[in-house]
């Protein structure tokens, strides 16, 4: 089972970026995949996950309106686009599989077993 997350870079406040989560070793549309970022000193953080169908999705309230998670089931690929970008969205975003089949979208990083390197996504001006 291998995700790796690539995308990052440095924005401006108010910009976008598009992340990319590439799968492989698993079926997709059997588990619920999440977006997580992290911050030096501070807890990994749920942002974004997307339902084992695909046809389900929960956000972090800090991010609602402003990013979107989508799916490839032929690509492989989860997506996260994100708008309206802020100082406070900087940070590692990793994506994550989870731990079991089926189910909800966990937002608790525990309920995830199979973790991506991560991205470094930076909003400055």
């Known amino acids: 089972v291998l995700l790796q997350a690539y995308g990052g870079g440095l924005v401006q406040p108010g910009g976008s970026l598009r992340l990319s989560c590439a799968t492989s070793g698993f079926t997709l549309d059997y588990y619920a995949i999440g977006w997580f970022r992290q911050v030096p000193g501070k807890e990994r953080e749920f942002v974004a996950g997307?339902?084992?169908?695909?046809?389900?999705?929960r956000y972090a309230d800090s991010v609602k309106g402003r990013f979107t998670i989508s799916r490839d089931s032929a690509k492989n690929t989860v997506d996260l686009q994100m708008n309206g970008l802020k100082p406070e969205d900087t940070g590692v975003y990793h994506c994550a599989r989870r731990g079991t089949r089926w189910g909800t979208i966990p937002d608790q990083s525990g309920a995830y077993n199979y973790w991506g390197q991560g991205t470094l996504v930076t909003v400055s001006s």
């Open positions: 997307i339902s084992w169908k695909g046809d389900g999705v």
